[in-house]
């Protein structure tokens, strides 16, 4: 039986932080097996919001890869650059034909991201991003797509747009559903989502030193001040931590918080100790790729060449179902 298709992409990086492992690569690694997976680097999005990050893409890339690889995503897996495979902007231009400007400027993640950005002015290639993503979707002519909620909008772009597609021209490209990560959003250490910008993350590469220095700093319930004080566990950022990476422990945690018996000191090592031992064999997996990048840089040739054999060949589909073979 032939498995379902996976697509999945990130935009690179650099190292990863706990929130891009629990939003969306942990749920990678946990599907893959099941489906038949596209993992894609997706650089071209990157220059949608910032232009010059250009100059950073290819460390970003490296970076980010070997977070994948280290985290368990299996090398045998097609791992690519979206702009090392030139048909994801083909597919983009045909499709901008059929999405208006206005369904475009309706997606509540985009005005969620100018909001971020400070600024009312959107590039046309921001605009439009969306579409560059449902060109990397149904170039692989993918079933699910695995993505975290601010992503819903743009997979229902997807479908539009493979819709439309198929009406105006004839029956190329299925419909992919949307799959919602589990695990709500993981706070940064200030609470606000957590992000590189932010500076309020833990990679997933730190050491137990450096998790230990960066979970100090969180903010934990404002009216826990003394160690004997009960706590709110509910509104904690660290006690958010401690239900991804250390579910043993977490109702004795919650009650000794609420009870006043632990107090935030202790409670925040014992938490990047636990955060330290859960990607312990991940540091390990790292610092290998780290010596042996060749391996890394085979890993993602590879991956361009077969994710560019099936990118071809829905071009020809294309071609043909407009006429313009
Ligand atoms: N837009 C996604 C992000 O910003 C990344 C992405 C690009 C993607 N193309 C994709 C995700 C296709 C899933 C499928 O995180």
């Not at 450096?210 to 903010?219: H, L, N």
């Not at 990476?245 to 919650?254: A, C, H």
Request: glycine letters at 6%; aromatic letters at 8%; hydrophobic letters at 35%.
């Amino acid at each position: 039986m032939n498995k379902k298709r996976i697509l999945s992409g990130m935009r690179p990086s650099g190292k990863l932080h706990l929130g891009n492992y629990a939003g969306a690569l942990e749920n990678w690694i946990n599907l893959q097996n099941e489906y038949d997976n596209f993992f894609f680097v997706a650089d071209w999005h990157a220059l949608t919001t910032n232009p010059s990050a250009s100059f950073h893409v290819e460390q970003n890339t490296i970076d980010m890869v070997i977070d994948w690889l280290s985290a368990g995503i299996k090398p045998e897996n097609p791992i690519f650059i979206q702009s090392k495979v030139k048909e994801h902007a083909e597919l983009h231009l045909l499709f901008s034909n059929l999405i208006t400007t206005p369904r475009l400027q309706r997606n509540p993640t985009l005005k969620e991201q100018i909001r971020d950005l400070n600024s009312e002015i959107v590039s046309y290639g921001h605009l439009g991003y969306p579409v560059l993503q449902a060109a990397d979707i149904l170039l692989y002519k993918a079933n699910l797509v695995p993505v975290g909620e601010d992503q819903a909008p743009h997979v229902e772009i997807t479908r539009e747009l493979a819709r439309k597609f198929n009406s105006t021209y004839d029956e190329v490209f299925p419909e992919p559903a949307t799959k919602l990560t589990k695990f709500p959003r993981l706070p940064g250490l200030d609470g606000k989502k957590m992000g590189k910008s932010n500076d309020n993350y833990v990679l997933m590469s730190d050491d137990e030193e450096q998790i230990f220095s960066k979970v100090r700093t969180a903010i934990t319930d404002p009216q826990k001040i003394r160690r004997n004080d009960p706590g709110h566990p509910e509104i904690c950022n660290v006690f958010a931590y401690h239900k991804k990476f250390n579910d043993k422990e977490v109702l004795s945690i919650e009650e000794d918080c609420k009870s006043g018996a632990l107090g935030c000191v202790d409670c925040k090592k014992n938490c990047a100790n636990k955060i330290a031992s859960f990607f312990e064999s991940h540091r390990e997996k790292r610092k290998y790729y780290e010596t042996h990048l060749s391996e890394v840089h085979d890993i993602i040739g590879n991956g361009i060449e077969k994710a560019k054999k099936v990118a071809v060949e829905t071009m020809n589909d294309v071609h043909k179902a407009m006429k313009m073979g």
